[in-house]
């Protein structure tokens, strides 16, 4: 006789269940970590409609830990608004609706957790500031990793009120105030602000004293981003304890200067880069500044003298470019030996040339990668 071998009947298909039987939710029994963590892959309007799902979903995304208040969408449509009127009519009901939105999720959210993520961004001004200035002491108190404020984001329309200006009172309350528990919320606050690891704040007015306290007080800080401050005149980044490696310094206008000295910091991008001091800056391998001078590569070489051995990415933004075959060209130039990447980003007529920068590469022995982007005007 033939021996048949036996199978396990312990991996055989189960039976279907039965028409009408409804079937068991598997995933609402997974841990509470691992579903806040599926959460955390959705928007937060998203997350926040699962609470509808079944007893078990209710309060699961307040204890979402990254925050991001995104309006995309409604600022898309905002600036697509071809009339004045009506614009700024969309602009009051949707900044209106946006500050109740922060409001709401803010108040419900399980405030005994700490906070990986906030982002607001949202077109908001003054007006707004106590709105505002409560979001961030929410923030601090929750020991806040990450803070974006972008209140001015994508395209500007016509500014008609003051930017949010960013307040020492975050940090140091006065005496006078008697609100009923200010006084344990600044407590938090001031615990919470150095868990800070990333800061951007973008068309917020602050000023280096303020950006010089968070340097020296949050010992984890090592990125932080400043764009179109009204207020911003002097910034030092000086001192090995600070943690610095991201610098990014755009945009602000009254700016006189940028003092960047014995740091660790790995990256630096600035719009504002006449104003810019550097010493002792042994880790800056990466560097993104613009000028509008005629002999910018000139320019860039003194502004960057203290590192440009040491380089390996370099981008430059021509913003009026006006360089001449003859004026363009420098020919003594330091090596820039350990240099892999260089990216040049101009706008550029029929009238001009880029055989100016050709001297940079030149002085790049190693050099891996060129980039090249620029624009030509329609009517050049």
């Known amino acids: 006789m033939e021996?048949?071998?036996?199978?396990?009947?312990?991996?055989?298909?189960?039976?279907?269940?039965?028409?009408?039987?409804?079937?068991?939710d598997q995933i609402s029994r997974l841990p509470d970590e691992i579903l806040v963590y599926i959460l955390s892959c959705l928007t937060l309007k998203?997350?926040?409609?699962?609470?509808?799902l079944s007893k078990r979903w209710i309060d699961l995304w307040r204890s979402m830990a990254c925050l991001d208040f995104?309006?995309?969408?409604?600022?898309?449509?905002?600036?697509?608004?071809?009339?004045?009127?009506?614009?700024?009519?969309?602009?009051?009901?949707?900044?209106?609706?946006?500050?109740?939105?922060?409001d709401k999720v803010l108040l419900q959210s399980d405030k005994s957790l700490a906070l990986d993520y906030l982002r607001v961004a949202f077109y908001l001004d003054n007006c707004y500031g106590d709105e505002i200035h409560k979001w961030l002491?929410?923030?601090?108190?929750?020991?806040v990793q990450r803070l974006e404020l972008n209140l001015f984001p994508d395209d500007d329309p016509p500014a008609t009120q003051e930017s949010y200006t960013f307040h020492y009172e975050l940090f140091c309350p006065s005496s006078?105030?008697?609100?009923?528990?200010?006084?344990?919320?600044?407590?938090?606050?001031?615990?919470?602000?150095?868990?800070?690891?990333?800061?951007?704040?973008?068309?917020?007015?602050v000023t280096g004293e303020v950006l010089e306290f968070f340097l020296i007080n949050c010992p984890f800080l090592e990125r932080l981003v400043v764009e179109a401050s009204s207020v911003l005149i002097?910034?030092?980044?000086?001192?090995?304890?600070?943690?610095?490696?991201?610098?990014?310094?755009?945009?602000?206008?009254?700016?006189?200067?940028?003092?960047?000295?014995?740091?660790?910091?790995?990256?630096?991008?600035?719009?504002?880069?006449?104003?810019?001091?550097l010493q002792n800056v042994p880790m800056l391998v990466n560097v993104?500044?613009?000028?509008?001078?005629?002999?910018?590569?000139?320019?860039?070489?003194?502004?960057?003298?203290?590192?440009?051995?040491?380089?390996?990415?370099?981008?430059?933004?021509?913003?009026?470019?006006?360089?001449?075959?003859e004026k363009g060209i420098v020919h003594e130039l330091p090596q820039l030996t350990n240099l892999k990447e260089f990216v040049l980003i101009a706008s550029a007529s029929k009238d001009h040339s880029l055989i100016g920068f050709t001297s940079l590469i030149r002085a790049s022995p190693n050099l891996e990668k060129f980039v090249l982007k620029f624009r030509i005007p329609i009517n050049s």
């Open 234 to 277: 002097n910034l030092r980044v000086c001192g090995p304890s600070i943690a610095l490696k991201y610098l990014e310094v755009c945009c602000c206008l009254m700016l006189q200067s940028i003092i960047v000295s014995d740091t660790n910091l790995v990256f630096l991008k600035t719009t504002e880069a006449h104003h810019l001091v």
């Open 70 to 102: 995104d309006a995309s969408k409604v600022l898309k449509k905002m600036f697509s608004i071809p009339s004045w009127g009506r614009y700024a009519d969309f602009v009051r009901k949707e900044r209106h609706k946006y500050v109740e939105w922060v």
């Open 137 to 143: 002491q929410h923030a601090f108190a929750r020991r």
């Open 3 to 24: 021996s048949r071998a036996i199978l396990a009947t312990g991996f055989g298909p189960r039976k279907c269940a039965k028409i009408g039987q409804p079937l068991k």
């Open 288 to 325: 993104w500044v613009s000028g509008n001078s005629r002999n910018l590569v000139r320019d860039v070489t003194s502004w960057l003298s203290c590192c440009l051995s040491k380089l390996e990415v370099l981008t430059l933004r021509a913003n009026k470019f006006q360089v001449s075959q």
């Open 46 to 52: 998203e997350a926040a409609r699962t609470s509808v």
């Open 176 to 205: 006078g105030q008697s609100q009923p528990g200010y006084s344990e919320i600044h407590h938090h606050a001031q615990i919470g602000f150095k868990s800070l690891r990333a800061l951007s704040l973008i068309s917020v007015n």
